[in-house]
T-cell receptor, first 114, second 114 residues
Framework: DTAVSQTPKYLVTQMGNDKSIKCEQN?????MYWYKQDSKKFLKIMFS???????INETVPNRFSPKSPDKAHLNLHINSLELGDSAVYFC?????????????FGPGTRLTVL | GNSVTQMEGPVTLSEEAFLTINCTYT??????LFWYVQYPGEGLQLLLK?????DKGSNKGFEATYRKETTSFHLEKGSVQVSDSAVYFC?????????????FGAGTQVVVTP
């Protein structure tokens, strides 16, 4: 069974559209994350939720809005998509927010904005 | 602020060669250190970790030792296989209120040829 799953795997859309990416984990973890990987493979944290509460909110345009309906799900909604939003977005989860915990990553969602 | 610097790739090796990927870090506290691996088209997975000075992480023939005096966490493997071809990321998570946030190096692509 997949531990951290994301949908969709690929997303191609036009500039100005609004889109969502969904993430689910079946590991019973308390903490979930969104990371963005750019075309040069550089990874950067965007958001983190611990038990449905936002605990990390990096310098991300407010067009990006995460939502955690329960601790097993973390979704990412993006308004008014721009060319620069094209990237691979990874969801991850960990047992809790302690720094020594392993994070389990989903397979990624490749977003292409045309 | 915290940062991770790792050697640029791509690193191209023949099968059974020795692999070293250098990683150094800057952190204000006492971070946990990680190596994650990303195989083509997949999400990241933990390769090994170390949570305090002089700890050695090891997995699948890979090793790295947390060296506080040189702020380093170099990855080594004695004999690589074609299946080790991937992108390797060094990362840290600082315990001081980081809420588990991972800060990644730029990634090093490793290509192993038969």
């Amino acid at each position: 069974d997949t531990a951290v799953s994301q949908t969709p795997k690929y997303l191609v859309t036009q500039m100005g559209n609004d889109k969502s990416i969904k993430c689910e984990q079946n590991l019973g973890h308390d903490t979930m994350y969104w990371y963005k990987q750019d075309s040069k493979k550089f990874l950067k944290i965007m958001f983190s939720y611990n038990n449905k509460e936002l605990i990390i909110n990096e310098t991300v345009p407010n067009r990006f809005s995460p939502k955690s309906p329960d601790k097993a799900h973390l979704n990412l909604h993006i308004n008014s998509l721009e060319l620069g939003d094209s990237a691979v977005y990874f969801c991850a989860s960990s047992l809790d927010s302690a720094s020594y915990n392993e994070q389990f990553f989903g397979p990624g969602t490749r977003l292409t904005v045309l | 602020g915290n940062s991770v610097t790792q050697m640029e790739g791509p690193v191209t090796l023949s099968e059974e060669a020795f692999l070293t990927i250098n990683c150094t870090y800057t952190a204000t506290g006492y971070p946990s250190l990680f190596w994650y691996v990303q195989y083509p088209g997949e999400g990241l997975q933990l390769l090994l970790k170390a949570t305090k000075a002089d700890d050695k992480g090891s997995n699948k023939g890979f090793e790295a030792t947390y060296r506080k005096e040189t702020t380093s966490f170099h990855l080594e493997k004695g004999s690589v296989q074609v299946s080790d071809s991937a992108v390797y990321f060094c990362a840290l998570s600082d315990g001081g209120g980081s809420w588990g946030k991972l800060q990644f190096g730029a990634g090093t692509q490793v290509v192993v040829t038969p």
